[in-house]
């Protein structure tokens, strides 16, 4: 049998082995976060001996390496320190008549660990180049970023965020998924230098970026396209040059048609809220707006959305870049960054675009001047338009397309017929329905990960006040599991543990007139938590303090409707 398979199947057998009968404690490992350390470690390191071990499968996570005093180290990431595999792997190297190093073994970050157990690094090359930059090859440094993508796409991030400190000789890299910020223990200690070359490396394939190689020092935009694990992957690149050094996010945008656009109900979309929707979608002419914040997935919604028009319409698109495949669209990427050659290419492709006799157009985000002055461009010319923008609710979105920022004239946006419909939606975990617990078990249960505000609540008071704001006896609340279930914990992420996904909360209105909505995307997500669906506590966390509604609503009663000052734009 393959030595190889053996390793990944057989379960532990320490118990057969005399004076192996205690797990590897993994504070005992030594670490060697950079090249550095790698070239300064004493006995100093030979060769890796993956390959006479027959483990080369495993480089990316465990090499046996052979040290000058002919002891053998085991090589690791942080989170196979301990496992039931490098045991295994130990124990081989032991039974062929190796001695164990003092420490037996070692964590090294992702890129350092594959480019040792390949033997892209050796003593000689470390020696010559202490820092590294050459002996690791491009191929490591892609094959590394590559490993950071796979992980987001397995774990559905939504981003990644590979935040570099250029004094420290270690960067950290997060994900967000579900909605939050996260280190997993793989990638929390990545050596600063790698890091910088992994980036120069995969800034080679940007497309449509500003700069001709990845510059730690300036702000730089552009996206490129992955394949990870037989997906099409598009990232969307774009970094910030903080003091401390470049923080890049990575937006991942799965690109798959085949994959299909989740529907409007899928998403969380109320009936009434579709129904409304579908009837404004029917007449021709005037401008659907969605708003959120960054990330609430207004992109995807209104993709969506499109997707619902008849054969009948002819469907444009301008975004930079495109961020999902709409059936039936003609879609167009812009790159529309900081050299003015971009913007001169954006003004022709808008020009363009006004002679294709099109009738539905989405124009990708409005967030400036430019952007600004595209939208009354396509809007006056009487073809539906279709757009994002940022804006705290549907109410504000009127004064955020006014503000100095954007520059839309308020005689235009109160011209009858422009502004037909305005969305606001955010995004809120879903409870996972396995495992959810009774809000009677709230009292007990105050472990809601970061809320300091919550820690020290008297949770029965706290419930009286949201059942008589909402005059209901709030029977069918249901809070998060902490624990978690078979259903939906994932691996090494405890803060999702009690959760399955997200479902959108929205609010809509409809102009002139109204502003009278029905349902702030607030009471959408307490109309969710009456079917147990949502932790009213996330709510708390997405939109304000149940105390914080109570004295909105004194200040309400007492004065004039706060939505007057709208009146004047719409
Ligand atoms: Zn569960």
């Known amino acids: 049998m393959n030595a190889l398979l053996s390793l990944w199947r057989r379960p532990v057998r320490q118990a057969a082995l005399p004076g192996k009968l205690m797990r590897f404690d993994s504070a ?179 497309r449509g970026g500003n700069g001709a190689v990845f510059d730690p020092h300036i702000e730089q935009q552009g996206s490129l396209v992955k394949q990870v694990d037989g997906q099409s992957l598009l990232l969307r690149w774009a970094s910030l040059a903080a003091d401390d050094g470049p923080s890049i996010c990575l937006r991942l945008l799965r690109r798959d ?124 010319s009487g073809v539906n338009v279709y757009t994002t923008i940022h804006a705290p609710s549907a109410a504000h979105i009127p004064l955020r397309l006014a503000s100095d920022f954007i520059g839309v004239s308020a005689d235009f946006l109160a011209t009858p017929g422009i502004l037909k419909l305005l969305v606001f939606q955010a995004l809120l975990p879903v409870l996972c329905q396995q495992c959810a617990l009774p809000v009677s078990c709230l009292p007990d249960q105050d472990r809601h990960p970061g809320n300091h505000f919550h820690s020290r609540h008297d949770w029965n008071v706290w419930l009286d006040l949201v059942r008589e704001l909402y005059g209901c006896g709030g029977e069918s609340w249901r809070i998060r599991n902490p624990d978690g279930c078979s259903a939906c914990r994932k691996e090494r992420l405890p803060d999702l543990n009690g959760y399955a996904g997200r479902t959108v909360v929205a609010e809509i209105i409809e102009p002139p007139g109204g502003l009278h909505q029905q349902r702030s995307a607030m009471d959408c997500a307490m109309h969710k938590a009456g079917s147990g669906l949502i932790d009213l506590r996330d709510i708390e966390i997405r939109f304000h303090a149940f105390e914080t509604q109570q004295a909105r609503r004194a200040l309400h009663q007492n004065n004039a409707e706060p939505a007057t000052r709208l009146r004047m734009v719409t």
Do not use: C
């Not at 990330?295 to 028009?309: C, E, N, P």
């Open 28 to 206: 005992a490992a030594g670490t060697l976060s950079t090249a550095d350390d790698l070239a300064s470690m004493r006995p100093a390191f030979v060769r890796s001996l993956s390959r006479q071990f027959d483990v080369e499968l495993l480089a990316a996570r465990l090499s046996p390496v052979l040290l000058e005093d002919e002891s053998v180290a085991i090589f690791s990431l942080a989170e196979h320190v301990g496992s039931d595999q490098a045991d295994e792997l130990e124990r081989r190297v032991l039974a062929s008549g190796y001695r164990q190093s003092d420490p037996p073994r070692y964590i090294l970050a992702a890129p350092l660990l594959l480019a040792v157990a390949r033997n892209q690094i050796t003593p000689r090359s470390l020696a010559s180049n202490p820092t590294l930059r050459v002996a690791q090859s491009r191929t490591a440094l892609a094959e590394a970023f590559q490993d950071l993508l796979e992980w987001g796409l397995r774990h559905s991030a939504s981003d990644i965020h590979l935040n570099v400190h250029l004094n420290e000789p270690e960067s950290e890299v997060k994900y967000t998924v579900s909605g939050r910020y996260l280190a997993p223990d793989r990638f929390r200690r990545m050596p600063t230098s790698t890091l910088v070359d992994m980036l120069s490396v995969a800034w080679m394939d940007i």
């Open 257 to 380: 048609a085949g994959a299909g656009l989740p529907g409007l109900q899928e998403l969380g979309y109320l009936a009434d809220q579709i129904a409304l929707l579908d009837r404004v979608m029917l007449s021709e002419g005037g401008v659907v707006v969605m708003a959120g914040t960054v990330g609430s997935g207004k992109s995807t919604s209104l993709a969506s959305l499109i997707s619902r028009l008849p054969a009948h319409r002819k469907i444009i698109t301008l975004e930079e870049p495109v961020e999902y495949l709409i059936p039936a669209a003609i879609q167009n990427s812009v790159a529309r960054n900081l050299n003015s050659a971009a913007h001169q290419s954006y003004a022709s492709k808008l020009r363009a675009l006004k002679r294709s006799a099109m009738t539905d157009v989405l124009l990708g985000e409005i967030r400036d001047v430019e952007t600004g002055q595209a939208f009354m461009d396509l809007a006056g």
